[in-house]
């Protein structure tokens, strides 16, 4: 399926950092956590439209998960009311819980669908969960410049 | 769509050969022995204890006033007042004062040593990204209008104001307390009686700390009344049991000054949670009918007093964002600006309050000038190839490490 498969530890001389791409908050159902769905134009030729409104998807049913109000979260601030919450000490919470599987989820996206594609995704909570910053990277080889994905499209064969 | 493939590096083989650049480097090897944590760095005015683990604001004054009064306090009640209602009356009524106590002290203690919600600062990048999207002419001296986004939320049109300290427009109920320095998420008000600010990850501790609290003063103020009285019905009169017992008076008086401010407080908190709304928005009356012809609503009441009490006081425990125990990653230097990349607008700007900028780090330990030393030495002794060979596998191989960092965030919640 891929016509060029570049291995990048040969070439890591030629790896840069092109553009980083941050996906905003959406505040439409109030302040609980939620990521803006539209697909950026930076990513077009990077990425099928499909799959990165996946992982935003997955992501925000991930964060509404950790965020449901319901009857184990009212146990649990309840149960830590009534100890006075010392229980936090001891206890990971159910949202702790939820943002480890956040990590490993992002983790294997990363590994199977955006380092393929010269994408990184970084983990919302690294960035005081405002946005996911996807990072561009780029083959100097090919491209020459930084001033876009686009660019690269013309110089590379398709 | 390009059909390159990029094969991912495995960090773990690329380990091996960062090592020798860094080898033949003296100054860099002295970073790689000593990891900072991130609150060393933390650019906000905040005072850390215990490696991290305590994070009270700078100005903590009165705290340690709030502390004293009610150890004093309680304390002459359990030596002087319960022996004798004990023996007149039951033992119950240490055991409650106990229990009561023991939830003002741990609810205060909570309320002044967690994070309340504050947000990190926006990195360089996202800054420059942001300010992409606002329309600036103006040269890097000027400072320009104040700017502001309108969202909806829930049909209700809700301003976000930007906030230029922390270079990010402010998320809904965010403010930026100027005490701190920081934008804190949900931010009720900053309390000078504990020392910290109220926001989203502290407020169920200050509700159950001011409602316990007054329960403690109001049983601690009739059980005093009680003991004066029966020891005066018991033939000596008010004056002999005053003398009998000084102590009392001088819990007496505490405990009736406190009354009618915690009483209060704890009325108008119930009245906030139970409408899901924070002091700052009261005080501004973002919310009130009274705006115009326009009918404002809040956007974020459940409309339920029930449900709103739950969700503000039993609702899921949101994490910190700030993870203070982490690990600095060690490309934290300032950034090594290559012939192709292109400088953010807004790296020529002082940013000296960028998070992970070392070169404005409020300096407590001697290792700090050490590490600002090396940092400044090493973009002259990295080639480009390399740096942006460790550049890459640094932001692959954090996927590992922040997962094994964040062991230090999920077992601390704080």
Redesign the interface.
């Known amino acids: 399926m891929?016509?060029?498969?570049?291995?990048?530890?040969e070439l890591?001389?030629?790896?840069?950092?092109a553009n980083?791409v941050?996906i905003q908050?959406d505040?439409?159902?109030?302040?609980i956590c939620r990521f803006q769905t539209k697909f950026p134009s930076e990513l077009e030729?990077?990425i099928?439209r499909s799959l990165f409104e996946d992982t935003v998807k997955t992501l925000n049913n991930y964060y509404a998960e950790?965020?449901?109000?319901g009857g184990q979260?009212?146990l649990?601030?309840?149960l830590?009311?009534t100890t006075?919450?010392?229980i936090?000490?001891c206890m990971?919470?159910?949202?702790?819980k939820v943002?480890?599987k956040i990590?490993?989820y992002?983790?294997e996206q990363?590994?199977k669908i955006y380092?393929?594609?010269?994408l990184?995704i970084t983990?919302p909570?690294?960035?005081?969960?405002?946005?996911i910053?996807i990072?561009i990277?780029e083959?100097?080889g090919?491209s020459g410049?930084?001033?876009g994905s686009s660019s690269?499209?013309s110089s590379?064969?398709? | 769509?390009?059909?390159?493939?990029?094969?991912?590096?495995d960090p773990r083989?690329?380990t091996t050969p960062t090592a020798t650049p860094t080898s033949t480097l003296p100054l860099a090897s002295k970073n790689v022995q000593r990891q900072r944590r991130k609150w060393e760095v933390f650019p906000g005015r905040n005072r850390f204890f215990c490696d991290g683990r305590i994070i009270v604001a700078r100005q903590s004054g009165v705290l340690p006033l709030t502390l004293g009064l009610i150890l004093i306090t309680s304390g002459l009640f359990f030596i002087f007042d319960c022996p004798f209602l004990v023996a007149h009356l039951t033992v119950c009524i240490p055991v409650i004062a106990g229990v009561l106590f023991?939830?003002v002290v741990?609810?205060l203690l909570?309320t002044s040593f967690t994070d309340p919600g504050i947000?990190?600062r926006?990195?360089p990048?996202?800054a420059a990204?942001i300010e992409k999207q606002i329309d600036n002419s103006g040269s890097s001296t000027y400072r320009p209008p104040p700017r502001t986004k309108e969202?909806?939320?829930?049909d209700q049109v809700?301003k976000l104001k930007y906030c230029f300290t922390c270079k990010?427009f402010r998320?809904?109920?965010t403010s930026h307390c100027s005490l701190c320095d920081n934008c804190v998420?949900?931010f009720d008000h900053h309390c000078p009686w504990v020392g910290n600010c109220v926001g989203k990850r502290n407020y169920?501790?200050f509700y159950?700390f001011i409602v316990s609290l007054s329960f403690l003063t109001s049983f601690i103020f009739g059980c005093v009344i009680t003991h004066l009285t029966l020891r005066a019905q018991g033939g000596s009169g008010i004056l002999n049991a005053v003398q009998q017992s000084p102590a009392s008076i001088v819990e007496l008086v505490v405990c009736f000054f406190s009354i009618w401010s915690i009483l209060g407080l704890s009325g108008f908190h119930t009245y906030l949670a139970a409408s899901n709304l924070t002091t700052n928005e009261d005080i501004k009356g973002s919310w009130s009918s009274k705006r115009g012809l326009e009918d404002y609503k809040n956007?974020?009441s459940y409309n339920n007093i029930f449900t709103n009490c739950?969700?503000v006081?039993?609702?899921?425990?949101?994490?910190s964002?700030?993870?203070r125990r982490g690990f600095l990653p060690p490309e934290d230097t300032p950034p090594i600006i290559?012939a192709?990349?292109?400088l953010p607008p807004f790296l020529s700007k002082n940013d000296t309050n960028m998070v992970g900028a070392p070169s404005r780090v409020t300096c407590r330990t001697s290792t700090c000038q050490s590490s600002k030393g090396s940092s400044q030495a090493s973009p002259q002794l990295f080639p480009d190839?390399t740096l942006?060979?460790l550049?890459?596998v640094m932001?692959?191989a954090k996927?590992?490490d922040?997962?094994c960092h964040?062991s230090h965030?999920?077992?601390?919640?704080?």
């Open positions: 891929a016509t060029e498969f570049h291995n990048l530890q890591r001389h030629s790896a840069s950092l980083k941050f908050r505040y439409t159902e109030g302040t030729s990077r099928e950790a965020e449901k109000i979260s009212y649990e601030g309840c830590a009311c006075a919450y010392l936090f000490l990971e919470t159910r949202y702790e943002l480890k990590s490993r992002i983790q990363n590994e380092a393929p594609r010269g990184l983990d909570i690294d960035r005081g969960m405002r946005v910053e990072s990277y083959d100097r090919s410049s930084s001033s690269t499209t590379s064969g398709r | 769509m390009k059909n390159c493939e990029y094969q991912q590096i083989t690329l023991v939830f741990f609810s909570h947000l990190p926006a990195l990048d996202e990204d969202i909806l939320i829930n809700v990010m998320p809904p109920r998420e949900r169920r501790f159950t956007p974020y739950c969700v006081l039993c609702g899921p425990m949101p994490p964002m700030i993870d290559t192709e990349q292109e190839q942006a060979i550049s890459f932001e692959t996927l590992t922040i997962f964040r965030r999920f077992m601390l919640p704080y």
